[in-house]
């Protein structure tokens, strides 16, 4: 009997692999920065699946399922990512020994530096995401940010819990959250700036 | 009076950071004063409390955009990959 249902349960993840692998392959790949890690997200999420297929029961759509699966293996992801590349103190706040990040935007008294000062047009952002070619401009700049921060980021998003909660998972405190959000947030918008406004 | 003065005026750095972290977080009453004060001569920071909100709002979008449409990204899976996933579960059946 055990055998029998063990064999029913793998062919529906069989056939949930045939249909929905791509489409999570996709989504991993829009949330991370490298294809190994992706491959693995991929078939973690299946496995977990079929382990605990007994918990499914056809409440919510198999691809909504998967995807949860998948999206709380993606926050391990960047949690793990985020306290790994977070070995000190300085690399939260990009100070470094070439100097405070904010340094690029700021001279000695604090005022924006002439080529960082924001300027007074309205970008149009609502449409901005339709565009093949923003989103891989937006996507390269993520992943040019230090890991820590570009980790941080997407997991904020994607864990949609208040900022209080999110520094306790990080393990910061809540000054270390909002000057690592300030840094990253400058840093984003300058390379758009000179990689999409501009041009 | 000075003193005061001194107090209450902020730099752009600092000033953009009190942006940020009022975001996320509440500011206390003198990190009020002190953010509107600065924003109300300076313009610069006035414009990028709106880009910084912007910007906030454009990754939340991008990073919760469904990226399913096959025009949106021509990549698939490896099928060697799906092969292994298979082998996988017949192993762990």
Same mark, same amino acid.
């Given at each position: 009997?055990?055998?029998?249902?063990?064999?029913?349960?793998?062919?529906?993840? &069989?056939? $949930?692999?045939? +249909?929905?692998?791509?489409?999570?392959?996709?989504?991993?790949?829009?949330?991370?920065?490298?294809? #190994?890690?992706?491959?693995?997200?991929?078939?973690?999420?299946?496995?977990?699946?079929?382990?605990?297929?007994?918990?499914?029961?056809?409440? !919510? &759509?198999?691809?909504?399922?998967?995807?949860?699966?998948?999206?709380?293996?993606?926050?391990?992801?960047?949690?793990?990512?985020?306290? !790994?590349?977070?070995?000190?103190? @300085?690399?939260?706040?990009?100070? !470094?020994?070439?100097?405070? +990040?904010?340094? /690029?935007?700021?001279? !000695?008294?604090?005022?924006?530096?002439?080529?960082?000062?924001?300027?007074?047009?309205?970008?149009?952002?609502?449409?901005?995401?339709? /565009?093949? #070619?923003?989103?891989? +401009?937006?996507?390269?700049?993520?992943?040019?940010?230090?890991?820590?921060?570009? @980790?941080?980021?997407?997991?904020?998003?994607?864990?949609?819990?208040?900022?209080?909660?999110?520094?306790?998972?990080?393990?910061?405190?809540?000054?270390?959250? $909002?000057?690592?959000?300030?840094?990253?947030?400058?840093?984003?918008?300058?390379?758009?700036?000179?990689?999409?406004?501009?041009? | %009076? =000075?003193?005061?003065?001194? %107090?209450?005026?902020?730099?752009?750095? *600092?000033?953009?950071?009190?942006?940020?972290? =009022?975001?996320?977080?509440?500011?206390?009453?003198?990190? *009020?004063?002190?953010?509107?004060?600065?924003?109300? %001569?300076?313009?610069?920071?006035?414009?990028?409390?709106?880009?910084? *909100?912007?910007?906030?709002?454009?990754?939340?979008?991008?990073?919760?955009?469904?990226?399913?449409?096959?025009?949106?990204?021509?990549?698939?899976?490896?099928?060697?990959?799906?092969?292994?996933?298979?082998?996988?579960?017949?192993?762990? *059946?």
């Amino acid at each position: 009997m055990e055998n029998k249902q063990a064999t029913s349960a793998h062919s529906i993840i &069989q056939k $949930w692999v045939a +249909v929905y692998s791509d489409d999570l392959y996709r989504w991993a790949l829009h949330k991370t920065s490298d294809k #190994e890690t992706v491959q693995d997200l991929v078939q973690e999420t299946f496995l977990a699946a079929f382990k605990s297929l007994d918990k499914f029961q056809g409440k !919510s &759509q198999p691809k909504t399922w998967l995807f949860s699966i998948m999206n709380n293996k993606i926050m391990d992801y960047h949690r793990k990512r985020f306290k !790994s590349a977070t070995i000190n103190q @300085s690399q939260l706040n990009g100070k !470094s020994e070439s100097g405070d +990040v904010l340094e /690029n935007f700021f001279d !000695s008294e604090g005022t924006w530096k002439p080529d960082a000062r924001p300027n007074e047009r309205q970008e149009t952002e609502g449409h901005l995401l339709d /565009n093949h #070619e923003f989103k891989s +401009v937006l996507s390269d700049c993520m992943k040019n940010l230090p890991h820590n921060w570009d @980790s941080a980021i997407q997991f904020k998003y994607l864990e949609e819990k208040d900022a209080k909660e999110i520094c306790q998972e990080l393990g910061i405190t809540a000054s270390n959250y $909002w000057q690592i959000l300030h840094r990253a947030k400058l840093q984003l918008r300058m390379c758009l700036e000179k990689n999409w406004f501009k041009s | %009076m =000075k003193k005061l003065m001194n %107090m209450l005026m902020l730099s752009c750095k *600092k000033a953009s950071g009190l942006i940020e972290k =009022k975001i996320h977080f509440s500011l206390n009453p003198i990190e *009020k004063l002190q953010l509107f004060l600065h924003a109300s %001569m300076c313009n610069a920071c006035k414009s990028y409390k709106k880009k910084s *909100k912007d910007l906030d709002s454009l990754l939340n979008k991008y990073i919760h955009q469904d990226n399913q449409k096959p025009d949106s990204s021509n990549e698939f899976l490896p099928d060697e990959l799906k092969q292994r996933i298979l082998k996988q579960l017949e192993e762990n *059946k």
